[in-house]
């Protein structure tokens, strides 16, 4: 019974760590996510420039 206990605190403790990555990387205004995102929009555009390119 106390195994059950110990991954359910183990599994929270590692819930409570991905949430702080993810603030840390979503905070601020120009963070790295929104980097990522556009920089994925950005190459999508070229993308679709070039495939509509006779």
Do not use: K, N, W
Request: glycine letters at 8%.
């Amino acid at each position: 019974m106390r195994r059950r206990t110990a991954g359910g605190q183990s599994a929270l403790e590692y819930l409570i760590v991905l949430s702080l990555f993810v603030l840390a990387l979503a905070a601020g205004p120009d963070s790295p996510l929104e980097r990522l995102f556009e920089a994925f929009g950005t190459r999508y555009a070229r993308f679709t420039h070039a495939m509509s390119m006779p």
